[in-house]
């Protein structure tokens, strides 16, 4: 995606719904209620949405996340809700995944949820802005992964919480097991099985409450039915780990998880976080809970600002 196809899609109060080119756009502010919604465009495909939140006092590169399963960019349940507050002090881009939140569909094929589509989006993104920080949480982290490994030059840094691909750590026992099992669980999908059951299912299964069944909520556990397992997916380290970029890794202790939750997903996440952050040099920072961003706002946002700080200093002076 060119440049010149990143458009902003103004919708503010008392405004009219104008598409203009983001560098002459008008910027909201979050402490106000407006934000700015923008439509990154992919030649030959709809736009994805991306809601990006500035402040007047806002500075150094962008920032964009990508979110994870069951969710969408600025999701409060799992998403980058509380990540809002961020664009006080620098612009940030929360993506809607294509099939979550207000984005379209992967388009043809057999997945409704494609990490190979959100990198592709990333980079068109990226490619706007002239360099980004990039944030990936679970499934969004592998998109974000990929697209780090095409366009380093346009990185400024990255950091992934909790990333979902598992295969970097499957010659660990535990991982391999999780392999094992997840390859064969997919398999074995009803196909009758909703969107409305897989949801239930799927948190009922790790003891976790059920979160209400709308429409947006809905729509994400359709894209996560039919989803290319990002788990399984081939990433290639060897780029994220030659690049001149500081990465972090950030993973919680999950020491409040529901026991279940903790065994089937915790411990392998916690496993390939480690191995991930060993294998590209990254800073690897271990917080309370099981959802980081989510669930200790505050601290995370409170690392990432000093991380992208930290990164844009290190960038100024060589």
Known sequence: MSGSQYRALITGPGTTTADVPRERHPVGVFTAGWPVRCHGVVAGEESVHVEV????????????????????????????????????????????RRGHGDSPEVGRGRFRSDYTADARDVVGIVEHLGGAHLVGHSYGAVGVMLAAAARPDLVRSLCLIQPGALRPAEDHPLVAEVLRRNRAATAELPTDLTAERYLRLSVEAVGLPVPDATPSRLRAADAALRERPCWDAEVPLAPLARASWPSLVLVGDWHNAPPDYRRLAGEPLKVAAGVIAREIGAELVTVPGFYPHVQEPELVNGVLAAFWERADRDAATG
């Open 53 to 96: 939140v500035r402040g007047p006092d806002a500075v150094g590169p962008p920032a964009v996340f990508v979110h994870g399963v069951l969710s969408w960019g600025t999701d409060e349940l799992y998403g980058f809700g509380a990540q809002r507050r961020l664009g006080e002090v620098r612009e940030v881009h929360l993506v809607d």
